[in-house]
């Protein structure tokens, strides 16, 4: 079967009906090839057809490239798309992200302007063949051997669709030469200096002197595996829900899955907040929810996300939010309320002053101690009892009060600064008001909805 043939099978497959497509043309043999095959497609099958491309001003060539471009689609009818990325604007660090990142936001500036939600790439199979050896030498996340997917979501609703990945270079080449077609090389493709373009003129060729069908394999193993993946995503958010609290995940119920299992969780909670996580990274996170004699921890990971262990829940959390918080000294004034935040407040008042919710924590003072202040929990705090003292701290962690939260924890103290009450945790038994008081005062801290 010849390529027009072949190709107007893989269209017919991907099911895209008649909608225009936005195809990126560099002027190489790959984009060239797309754009005739795109033209050759049965008339029932035939989308309506724009060219996109951008001169990086990385080559001579490259103005020569676009001109040429330009003229095939005025001679074929087609709507053509440019712009020039000038030196002047080029970095002087990453150029060729930064050119990737210029290309594919003027791709989408055209399918906004024009309507269009199907963008199509030139790549082929052995460009499949050479990304997926270049991940397997620098190593990463097994997600990455999928190599080039043959669509993805690109600008939201729309679509990146590479329909060359099942045809080889050399199906390209042939099929230009045998059609009198016109394309550029791009002679860095040629140098040696770049790791791709080493596997490309070293390996591969090995590879399908050694097995023909090399480059079907590789394409048969991506898809496996990229079957496989979306099996086991959906198995670990599984495994993931039955362990979700509201507090973030179950220690418990992840101690009491498999090797494999906990392995698989992490890997995909990770994921979701920090990208790939390595082997050395994920060793570390198993060894420290897996220890018993550290009941609160944490670790960074990548970027500004900690995992957070805190006794019977673990969880990831961005760093910014672990922030300290203020030691400002609320006074309480007689018949107020003091907010304290968006979500709670506290007032000092005489009984009959405030009708009190069922809700509601109300401490009971004397009038002796009127010339009371809130504030957060300070290092060295205690709260005051008839028996002596005890330190807050000890009071937060025999109540398993998370590290994170203890900070935030209010206390009510006397001018003196001596803690009465360790405000949703323990009040001191001389905070009551004594018989002989004429008057009795409560203090009350309520959640606000």
């Known amino acids: 079967m010849e390529l027009t043939a072949k190709f107007s099978q893989v269209w017919r497959q991907l099911d895209l009906g008649k909608q225009p497509v936005l195809v990126a043309v560099s002027g190489g043999v790959d984009s060239m090839v797309l754009l005739e095959l795109l033209q050759r497609l049965p008339q029932t099958l035939c989308p309506v057809i724009?060219?996109?491309?951008?001169?990086?001003?990385?080559?001579?060539?490259?103005?020569?490239?676009?001109?040429?471009?330009?003229?095939?689609?005025?001679?074929?009818?087609?709507?053509?798309?440019?712009?020039?990325w000038p030196k002047s604007q080029h970095p002087r660090a990453g150029v060729e992200e930064a050119g990737r990142n210029v290309r594919y936001r003027f791709f989408a500036d055209v399918m906004a302007d024009r309507k269009i939600k199907l963008l199509l790439t030139a790549h082929h199979g052995d460009d499949q063949a050479e990304t997926v050896l270049m991940k397997l030498i620098r190593g990463g996340d097994l997600?990455?051997?999928?190599?080039i997917a043959w669509q993805r979501p690109f600008q939201g609703s729309k679509l990146l669709l590479r329909p060359l990945l099942g045809f080889s270079k050399e199906q390209l080449y042939d099929y230009a030469k045998k059609i009198g077609l016109q394309y550029f090389e791009d002679e860095s493709n040629q140098s040696d200096d770049f790791l791709r373009n080493r596997i490309r003129h070293q390996v591969v060729p090995l590879l399908k002197q050694e097995e023909p069908q090399?480059?079907?394999?590789v394409a048969a193993y991506q898809q496996q595996l990229t079957d496989l993946l979306l099996l086991a995503k959906q198995s670990v958010e599984q495994l993931l829900a039955e362990a979700a609290t509201e507090q973030g995940y179950d220690l418990?119920?992840?101690l009491s899955k498999t090797r494999v299992?906990?392995?698989?969780?992490?890997?995909?909670?990770?994921s979701q907040k920090t990208g790939a996580v390595n082997e050395q990274q994920l060793t570390e996170l198993i060894k420290l929810?897996?220890?018993?004699?550290?009941?609160?921890?944490?670790?960074?990971?990548?970027?500004?996300?900690?995992?957070i262990k805190s006794y019977s829940v673990f969880y990831l959390t961005e760093k910014c939010?672990?922030?300290?918080?203020?030691?400002?000294?609320f006074v309480l004034s007689m018949g107020k309320w003091v907010t304290l935040s968006s979500t709670e407040k506290i007032g000092l008042f005489e009984p009959d002053q405030v009708q009190l919710q069922a809700s509601d924590d109300v401490l009971k003072v004397g009038a002796s101690q009127q010339k009371l202040g809130v504030r957060h929990r300070q290092p060295g705090d205690k709260l005051l009892t008839a028996s002596g003292s005890q330190k807050v701290k000890k009071i937060l962690i025999d109540q398993k009060v998370p590290n994170s939260q203890r900070d935030r924890v209010w206390v009510v103290c006397q001018k003196s600064n001596e803690v009465i009450w360790v405000v949703g945790h323990k009040k001191s038994d001389l905070s009551r008001p004594s018989v002989h008081d004429k008057i009795h005062y409560i203090v009350v801290y309520r959640k606000l909805d």
């Open 321 to 329: 939010s672990l922030t300290s918080v203020t030691d400002e000294t």
């Open 252 to 254: 418990a119920v992840w």
């Open 50 to 84: 724009e060219v996109a491309l951008v001169n990086h001003c990385l080559r001579p060539e490259g103005q020569q490239e676009l001109e040429y471009v330009r003229q095939y689609c005025d001679e074929h009818g087609l709507k053509f798309h440019s712009l020039v």
């Open 143 to 147: 997600r990455q051997l999928q190599g």
């Open 214 to 217: 090399f480059l079907a394999h």
């Open 289 to 307: 929810l897996e220890n018993a004699h550290r009941p609160q921890a944490s670790l960074d990971l990548s970027g500004s996300v900690a995992l």
């Open 261 to 270: 299992q906990k392995r698989a969780m992490l890997r995909q909670l990770c």
